[in-house]
């Protein structure tokens, strides 16, 4: 969608009460372009009316036309569905919010309004949905060149070398794109990622030799597994922020959608690989099957699918160790660290439950390893006395 003539993004506000209309414009009116409407047929009016919308914030309980039912209209319109959609809403249950992250809206806002986040949210998702157009251009563009090089590559030898070359570019940068929104959130430490990439790899290339693993622990495969990485918990940038930034532990229904992340991380990497070309579509593979499968455990009692044993991915596998040990040597806001020992001795616990034991018996080969990527990646002290 254009920005207007002052580089602003265009927010559509949709509620049937006025006056909660002049308090969203007055909030955001300063730094975005805001159009309003009070019914749900205006709204969907002004959308497929070819009008600038970015975003739109869409009131739940509305006469006539719900923002449920306004949310399900413009999803199922191919030209508007990839407009980011937030619900204002009062509802407070798990299974509203479940139904409207299930027609596709990207986030809720609970009513009455805190105007820090109203605005973060709506800057959040006006720059999510930015970059996935910028990622979904960059594949289109990468599927052109492609083509291009694959008919030139029928008269010279060389331009083979070349193309793989520039696919492993294009490779980083899709990659280097999902990070970026991986780490807008800073739901976690901030090197979480680092020390967890470079796990993946350390553990990988120990156990590169052993005959169950070594068919598939080729150079190319660590070295999309330590790019990879990142991207584990890409799918928490769905998750909500009541549930996602939550200072204690989770409810039931909670922690129901917070292990959806393991689903929409899969997802928006699958929408990825839509875009890339046919001879292309292997190297998000791993991504995906870490960002879907981190969560199963060695004797089936993980999520998303319950898988046990060599049924999860290797790649999923691997992470899990990485994931598991770093969550348990960092604090967090509803636990304390342990020390590198008390780790190695929980993981090593569960060898053969939630762990595949060859890795776990390899990480416990290469603990002091681990401690020392710890030890170069640890998290600056926060100056912050209110955290």
Same mark, same amino acid.
């Given at each position: $969608? ?29 730094? *975005? ?8 047929? %205006? ?44 619900? +204002? ?20 806002? *609970? ?9 973060? !949210?709506? !800057? ?26 694959? !008919? ?91 549930? +996602? ?38 190297? +998000? ?9 981190? *969560? %199963? ?21 691997? $992470? ?28 090593? !616990? ?8 060859? +890795? ?28």
């Amino acid at each position: $969608m254009p920005l207007n003539a002052n580089g602003r993004s265009h927010v559509l506000v949709v509620d049937d009460q006025p006056d909660n209309l002049l308090i969203l414009e007055d909030m955001l009116g300063e730094e *975005h372009a805001v159009h309003t409407a009070d019914s749900g047929r %205006e709204a969907l009016a002004w959308v497929e009316g070819g009008e600038p919308v970015d975003l739109v914030l869409l009131d739940v309980m509305m006469p006539d036309l719900d923002g449920f039912e306004v949310c399900r209209r413009l999803k199922a319109n191919a030209a508007v569905r990839d407009i980011p959609v937030i619900f +204002l809403t009062t509802l407070q249950s798990a299974d509203d919010e479940e139904r409207g992250l299930s027609l596709g809206a990207e986030d809720f806002i *609970h009513k009455p309004f805190s105007p820090a986040v109203v605005i973060a !949210r709506v !800057r959040n998702h006006l720059a999510l949905s930015r970059a996935s157009r910028l990622l979904r251009s960059r594949n289109e563009d990468l599927e052109l060149a492609v083509a291009e090089r694959t !008919r030139r590559m029928l008269a010279q030898s060389e331009e083979l070398m070349r193309r793989k070359l520039e696919l492993i570019a294009a490779q980083d940068a899709t990659i280097t794109a999902f990070c970026a929104l991986a780490e807008a959130r800073d739901y976690e430490t901030g090197n979480h990622i680092r020390r967890t990439q470079h796990y993946v790899r350390t553990l990988a290339e120990r156990v590169r030799e052993h005959p169950r693993f070594r068919d598939e622990l080729t150079d190319e495969a660590i070295q999309l597994l330590f790019k990879s990485a990142p991207l584990h918990d890409i799918g928490k940038v769905a998750v909500p922020d009541a549930v +996602l930034l939550k200072p204690g532990k989770l409810d039931r229904d909670e922690w129901e959608v917070m292990k959806r992340h393991t689903v929409f991380g899969r997802d928006a990497i699958l929408q990825a690989e839509e875009s890339l070309p046919p001879d292309a579509d292997s190297f +998000l593979k791993t991504a995906r099957e870490i960002a879907y499968g981190h *969560h %199963e455990r060695w004797d089936g009692s993980g999520y998303p699918e319950g898988l046990a044993g060599d049924a999860i991915p290797l790649s999923a596998r691997i $992470m899990a160790v990485a994931d598991v040990y770093d969550a348990l040597i960092s604090k967090r806001v509803y636990k304390s660290a342990f020390g590198h020992e008390e780790a190695v001795a929980l993981i090593m !616990r569960d060898r053969g439950t939630h762990f595949d034991p060859d +890795l776990a018996d390899a990480f416990h080969d290469i603990r002091a390893d681990f401690r020392a990527i710890a030890e170069r990646f640890s998290d600056p002290p926060r100056t912050d006395p209110g955290l």
